[in-house]
């Protein structure tokens, strides 16, 4: 069975730092593109990050660069999200996801920003 | 960036309906590079349509994807009652991935 475990969501406040993590199992993970989405309650999906299989490649929105780093380890299969100088609009659930055609997304993990 | 809109913002059907929802390309370049999910309250999207047409793993005949270049649709043929959700469509074809804001569909 395909899982993907986020964690690491929490009440942070404002300037605060973060790391999310993915646990992965059921595929090989180290084969796939892997991707962050995050979802502001009752709000759309928006693309956050994304990584190459072998870690070489990275894709950042314009709102996540120069402030979040995505990284990977292929030995533990889990992909993890670095959030530095958070801010309130960061404010949402987390997913981690595969490459597209796969389809396997997590839960989600929830990061609240707030003071 | 790679603008997805998406439209009706949102529509009430009855069950057995047909349902055709749009989603258009803010330019070309994305090619057949474009999914569909759809989304239950409290849940995590779920990969419906991949490559514009290609269904995935145990999705139901009665969704389908259609369209190249800047214009895509999904089409339910006949809405059931646990069809009730929001639908996103995704272009991955271009960097950044985009999202479109999505169609809610309510049943009658």
């Known amino acids: 069975e395909v899982q993907l475990v986020e964690s690491g969501g929490t009440l942070v406040q404002p300037g605060g730092s973060l790391r999310l993590s993915c646990a992965a199992s059921?595929?090989?993970?180290?084969?796939?593109?892997m991707h962050w989405v995050r979802q502001t309650p009752g709000k759309g999906l928006v693309y956050v990050s994304g990584?190459?299989?072998?870690?070489?490649?990275?894709r950042y929105a314009d709102s996540a660069k120069g402030r979040f780093t995505i990284s990977r380890d292929n030995t533990k299969n889990t992909l993890y999200l670095q959030m530095n100088s958070l801010r309130v609009e960061d404010t949402a659930v987390y997913y981690c996801?595969?490459?597209?055609?796969?389809?396997?997304w997590g839960q989600g993990t929830l990061v609240t920003v707030s003071s | 960036e790679i603008v997805l809109t998406q439209s009706p913002g949102t529509l009430s059907l009855s069950p057995g309906e047909r349902v055709s929802l749009s989603c258009r390309a803010s330019?070309?370049?994305?090619?057949?590079?474009l999914a569909w999910y759809q989304q239950k309250p409290v849940q995590a999207p779920r990969l419906l349509i991949y490559?514009?047409?290609s269904r995935a793993t145990g999705i139901p005949e009665r969704f389908s994807g259609s369209g190249s270049g800047t214009d895509f649709t999904l089409t339910i043929s006949r809405l059931e009652p646990e069809d009730l959700a929001v639908y996103y469509c995704?272009?991955?074809?271009?960097?950044?991935?985009?999202f479109g804001p999505g169609t809610k569909v309510d049943i009658k």
């Open positions: 490559g514009a047409s």
């Open positions: 995704q272009q991955y074809g271009s960097s950044p991935i985009t």
């Open positions: 059921g595929f090989t993970f180290s084969s796939f593109w």
């Open positions: 990584m190459n299989s072998d870690g070489s490649q990275t």
């Open positions: 996801a595969s490459q597209v055609a796969l389809g396997y």
């Open positions: 330019q070309s370049g994305i090619g057949s590079n």
